[in-house]
């Protein structure tokens, strides 16, 4: 099992993400460059947070036409575990690996704390280490994190439970007061319709060790890697 951590121009939390992959759970990890053709047999490619391109155009304009997104398409297609954090998340709307697309912060200001996420669903590749409704605490560190659809893709991913996460209070109600961006009905993260591609604004990464104040944002690792070990011996 190996994972892949795909850095463009202007990422700053790939290292974040290979530490916790590689220093916290143990996996094979590395590093591919924007430029790269291949994955080297990896089973799960992360495309994490950052300003890639300097966010030029808009946010994931430009980094969805580097080389390496086209292996991840093919990736993707064949049904490989792509996670999209922030920046990365953005990257996958743009490349349409992913619903929706991303707006400015309705108060046109960069937000940068902690929030609280409810789980919508525990049985997807990238949740299973959670119980459904589960309130867990993230960070976001955003500018354009503002998810929205328009009416008829937002009533189509909802309808097919493609909504994985949304802003909530700490007892997991869901309104208005507690949407730190103006996103379309509290979302944080959603799928592609297979359940095989997920983007999330929250940073999982920034929450994997008590020395960071949470570890709530391990399930989301946990959860791949626990799919991709039952893939494999499925394989084996």
Same mark, same amino acid.
């Given at each position: ?60 304009? $430009?980094? &969805? ?6 292996? =991840?398409? +093919?990736?993707?297609?064949?049904? @490989?575990?792509?996670?999209? *954090? ?77 909504? $994985?996460? &949304? ?6 109600? =869901?309104? +208005?007061?507690?949407?730190?961006? @103006?996103?379309?009905?509290? *979302? ?49």
């Amino acid at each position: 099992m190996k994972a892949a951590v795909v850095v463009f121009p202007g990422s700053n939390c790939d290292h974040d993400t290979y530490h916790v992959l590689k220093h916290i759970l143990g996996v094979p990890a590395r590093f591919l460059w924007h430029g790269d053709t291949g994955l080297d047999g990896c089973n799960l490619v992360v495309l994490p947070g950052g300003f890639s391109y300097g966010d030029y155009l808009r946010t994931g304009a $430009i980094a &969805r036409f580097s080389p390496v997104m086209s292996a =991840v398409k +093919d990736f993707a297609a064949q049904g @490989g575990l792509v996670l999209g *954090i922030c920046n990365g998340f953005q990257i996958l709307q743009e490349a349409r690996l992913l619903p929706g697309a991303m707006l400015r912060n309705r108060g046109l200001k960069f937000i940068c704390k902690h929030v609280d996420l409810r789980v919508e669903r525990a049985d997807t590749p990238f949740t299973r280490a959670y119980g459904t409704r589960q309130v867990v605490s993230l960070p976001i560190a955003h500018n354009e994190g503002n998810f929205y659809a328009s009416p008829e893709e937002l009533e189509r991913i909802e309808r097919d439970g493609q909504v $994985i996460l &949304r802003y909530c209070s700490p007892d997991g109600e =869901v309104h +208005d007061a507690v949407n730190p961006n @103006g996103s379309l009905q509290n *979302i944080a993260g959603v799928t592609n319709e297979e359940g095989n591609v997920m983007g999330m604004m929250p940073h999982p990464e920034r929450a994997s060790e008590l020395c960071l104040g949470s570890v709530d944002g391990q399930g989301i690792f946990l959860s791949v890697l626990q799919t991709i070990k039952e893939r494999v011996s499925v394989t084996a």
